[in-house]
């Protein structure tokens, strides 16, 4: 039996990832650092989006389970708290497909279209085909995964808020046709902005798998190493008697994140009087991101794959209880007798 849904005082949030295999440092830093704080003063649930990755990678599902996993691992490891959020994932939690359905109806096909993130996605993985009906309403799939929750917030970084902008209007859209005994069943949720600095990856560019220049959560010591060594560095450094600027410099960048106060002024004072050779600076840097990456492997380490599966069974039970109590006020506003076996 799922564990009754613990009434709490606290505002809800709701925010999750699409399972792309290991995740890296711009992931921690873009989002998982975050929820990790937010779990002391929020009622969270944080979710795995498979449903989502079938979107784009439809044709070929075959590392969408491993994926999960990873995920699932490199979540704990950052540390999500199964104690304190709810993790789940999202195709275990079948209302999340019942209200994408129902929600579908009321959204226009103009809303979808105008998604920057679609046509820039369709150009850029110019190698699957994306003219299909799921990719086009993904958003719709992403607001029913929101509302079902009915939070109060969904943290995001500042490059994010557009999309829960398009969650308010379809939220907006349902309140004006529908209402349960004169109230509005869909909260339109607010944006929680959270600091999330942009990091770069080795070659200078944002932090992204598609560019295969990250560091990953579970890269051991020697291979952050390496990889920080062949990083990129301010281009007017060519020789070791040249003087460089840190805010040119991606390694730079890392130290901001990631270095103490003292080692970041060595960093300005040696790099800006050439006292300092770049491959001192990358050590120093890649002390920094051991730091933070060790305790988080050592996490990671401490669970088996069993456990982490129960982790989720359990979070996905307990996410499926509140997201029915949503649906019952969504199917009986909207009139529709529908039930689901997936809450019993
Ligand atoms: S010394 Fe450090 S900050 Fe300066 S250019 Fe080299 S790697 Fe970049």
């Known amino acids: 039996m799922p564990e009754p849904v613990i009434a709490s005082s606290r505002p809800r949030v709701l925010s999750g990832m699409r399972p792309t295999g290991k995740l890296h440092l711009g992931n921690y830093m873009g989002a998982l650092a975050n929820w990790v704080k937010l779990q002391d003063q929020y009622e969270c649930y944080f979710f795995i989006a498979d449903l989502h990755a079938l979107t784009s990678d439809y044709a070929d599902p075959s590392r969408i389970t491993e994926n999960i996993l990873d995920v699932a691992l490199d979540y704990l490891a950052a540390g999500l708290d199964p104690?304190?959020?709810?993790?789940?994932?999202?195709?275990?939690?079948?209302?999340?497909?019942?209200?994408?359905?129902?929600?579908?109806?009321?959204?226009?096909?103009?809303?979808?279209?105008?998604?920057?993130?679609y046509k820039d996605q369709q150009k850029?993985?110019?190698?699957?085909?994306?003219?299909?009906f799921g990719f086009l309403g993904y958003p719709v799939l992403m607001a029913s995964d929101i509302l079902i929750y009915q939070p109060k917030f969904v943290p995001v970084g500042n490059d994010q808020t557009a999309?829960?902008?398009?969650?308010?209007?379809?939220?907006?859209?349902?309140?004006?046709?529908?209402?349960?005994?004169?109230?509005?069943?869909?909260?339109?949720?607010?944006?929680?902005?959270?600091?999330?600095?942009?990091?770069p990856g080795t070659d200078g560019r944002k932090m992204s798998k598609s560019y295969g220049n990250t560091i990953q959560l579970t890269d051991p010591e020697p291979e952050v190493r390496k990889k920080l060594k062949t990083m990129v560095t301010d281009p007017a450094r060519v020789r070791r008697t040249d003087v460089g600027d840190p805010d040119k410099c991606p390694v730079g960048d890392?130290?901001?994140?990631?270095?103490?106060p003292e080692t970041l002024a060595k960093v300005y004072e040696g790099c800006r009087s050439a006292g300092i050779g770049c491959i001192e600076c990358k050590g120093w840097a890649a002390d920094a991101l051991v730091q933070?990456?060790?305790?988080?492997?050592?996490?990671?380490?401490?669970?088996?794959?069993?456990?982490?599966?129960?982790?989720?069974?359990?979070?996905?039970?307990?996410?499926?209880?509140?997201?029915?109590q949503t649906m019952q006020q969504v199917r009986s506003a909207m009139q529709m007798p529908m039930t689901t076996t997936a809450a019993k």
């Open 163 to 199: 999309h829960v902008e398009l969650t308010r209007e379809v939220a907006r859209r349902f309140n004006q046709f529908y209402k349960l005994n004169g109230e509005e069943v869909l909260p339109e949720p607010q944006v929680l902005l959270t600091p999330s600095p942009t990091l």
């Open 83 to 117: 104690a304190r959020s709810v993790l789940f994932l999202q195709s275990k939690v079948l209302q999340h497909a019942e209200l994408n359905l129902l929600l579908g109806m009321i959204t226009p096909v103009g809303w979808l279209e105008r998604v920057p993130t």
């Open 124 to 132: 850029n993985l110019s190698n699957k085909d994306l003219s299909n």
């Open 292 to 324: 933070v990456l060790a305790p988080m492997q050592e996490r990671r380490a401490s669970y088996t794959v069993p456990q982490v599966m129960e982790i989720l069974e359990d979070g996905s039970n307990r996410a499926r209880v509140r997201a029915e």
């Open 254 to 260: 890392l130290h901001k994140v990631f270095s103490s």
